[in-house]
């Protein structure tokens, strides 16, 4: 009887119109992605019989496209879209779930979490930004002062005039230009981030040779020169009689370890016969700052950017993907789960390996195409009407049995 195939086609168009209406509802879900309603035709073999006829469809699989969606930026900068394979991991109270949805934002303890609160696992930094790569944890943006950084180290490269005159050492005064012939000024910092301003003066005592002395805050940086940077004939340091790094004692009255030492190199810097000119002026320390926002690269690294220009790292977004992602269950707000069908997580860095590359300020869009959707739809809805057909085809059938005489 035709009853059982036309009902089976019924019950299957009508779960593929369920499948193709979730679809289209999730349309603008964020990182949702689309499903496909897969059907297996149905055979009862009967011993003896010279063929057999079907009797009907079920349903096999709602299969899931793991398609990727377009990218959209956003001015958000917790907004992360995956450009590739890999899912977002993300714990709720010791479970683990995954996500293609990168919209996260901060909550009051600094956890980087999602719109349900499931908080963004990922690898952690210490203090000074070294990211340890190991068991994934809870990402948290630490929103206090970075701590300030004492200079220990600072450097100088410039060209010194070859054709300056010759001045005595003895006669250098920082208040008269005419007892130097070049000058140039730095910031350094101590140990409680206060920044000191260290001016160098350069004064020409010989042929190839020049003093330096130091004032720090307008006070004199030891007792005479600090130094002296003798040339070779052709231009550069002769580092066989000129010692550096020259090691500064700067005194500090505020507090802070004192005295501030700092090493000051001249590595670069040459006697040419063109005008004095500073090249590049570096020092390693820093004062304390205010976090003024952050980013997140296409590693995952997340940037925490300082009002002292500075950035450090608070950690590393990790990805997680499966050898069978179709295998993973759906558990709704935006997540799917482990099953054994999608085999372990494999857990790595954005970009290595199977692992897309993160884009911040972004987010991944549904990748249910609408149009494909709606042409289904009919489609589904023809094949419904069909289905429906054939059952009142077979109830004319048996009217027409029921009325023989």
């Known amino acids: 009887m035709s009853f059982q195939q036309g009902l089976s086609g019924l019950n299957a168009a009508a779960r593929n119109l369920e499948v193709i209406g979730n679809n289209v509802a999730n349309a603008n879900t964020i990182g949702f992605k689309g499903s496909r309603a897969q059907f297996a035709d149905i055979y009862a073999n009967a011993l003896g019989a010279g063929g057999s006829v079907g009797i009907g469809t079920n349903l096999s699989k709602v299969a899931q496209q793991f398609g990727q969606g377009n990218l959209t930026s956003t001015s958000n900068p917790l907004d992360i879209a995956i450009n590739g394979d890999g899912f977002f991991r993300v714990s709720q109270n010791g479970a683990i779930g995954y996500s293609r949805n990168?919209?996260?934002?901060?909550?009051?303890?600094?956890?980087?979490?999602?719109?349900?609160?499931?908080r963004l696992t990922g690898y952690p930094a210490d203090a000074l930004g070294n990211i340890a790569v190991g068991t994934p944890g809870d990402l948290r943006i630490d929103?206090?002062?970075?701590?300030?950084?004492?200079?220990?180290?600072?450097?100088?490269?410039?060209?010194?005039?070859?054709?300056?005159?010759?001045?005595?050492?003895?006669?250098?005064?920082?208040?008269?230009?005419?007892?130097?012939?070049?000058?140039?000024?730095?910031?350094?910092?101590?140990?409680?981030?206060?920044?000191?301003?260290?001016?160098?003066?350069f004064v020409k005592t010989a042929a190839n040779t020049w003093s330096v002395f130091a004032q720090s805050d307008g006070v004199a940086v030891g007792a005479g020169a600090a130094g002296a940077l003798n040339f070779a004939t052709d231009g550069t340091i002769d580092t066989a009689t000129t010692t550096l790094p020259f090691a500064l004692s700067i005194a500090t009255t505020n507090g802070s370890v004192t005295p501030l030492a700092v090493d000051l190199d001249f590595e670069g810097t040459t006697q040419y016969g063109s005008t004095t000119a500073v090249n590049e002026l570096v020092q390693d320390?820093?004062?304390?700052?205010?976090?003024?926002?952050?980013?997140?690269?296409?590693?995952?690294?997340?940037?925490?950017?300082?009002?002292?220009?500075?950035?450090?790292?608070?950690?590393?977004?990790?990805?997680?993907?499966?050898?069978?992602?179709?295998?993973?269950?759906?558990?709704?707000?935006?997540?799917?789960?482990?099953?054994?069908?999608?085999?372990?997580?494999?857990?790595?860095?954005?970009?290595?390996?199977?692992?897309?590359?993160?884009?911040?300020?972004?987010?991944?869009?549904?990748?249910v195409d609408l149009t494909q959707e709606l042409v289904n739809m009919i489609t589904a809805q023809r094949v419904y009407q069909a289905n429906a057909q054939t059952i009142k085809t077979q109830d004319s059938v048996m009217q027409t049995l029921v009325n023989l005489r």
């Open 102 to 118: 990168g919209q996260f934002e901060l909550d009051k303890d600094g956890y980087v979490v999602t719109m349900n609160g499931a």
């Open 143 to 201: 929103r206090g002062d970075l701590a300030p950084k004492v200079t220990t180290e600072a450097g100088v490269s410039m060209n010194l005039d070859s054709r300056k005159g010759v001045l005595p050492a003895g006669g250098f005064k920082a208040d008269d230009p005419t007892t130097y012939h070049g000058s140039t000024s730095m910031s350094v910092y101590d140990s409680l981030g206060n920044e000191h301003a260290v001016a160098l003066y």
């Open 285 to 367: 320390g820093y004062a304390s700052g205010k976090i003024s926002g952050f980013n997140v690269g296409a590693d995952g690294t997340i940037l925490a950017r300082y009002s002292n220009g500075k950035t450090l790292a608070q950690g590393q977004v990790a990805l997680a993907n499966f050898v069978n992602p179709q295998g993973l269950a759906p558990l709704g707000g935006n997540l799917w789960g482990e099953t054994s069908a999608s085999g372990q997580p494999l857990v790595g860095s954005p970009g290595t390996g199977t692992m897309g590359a993160l884009q911040g300020g972004a987010l991944e869009e549904s990748n």
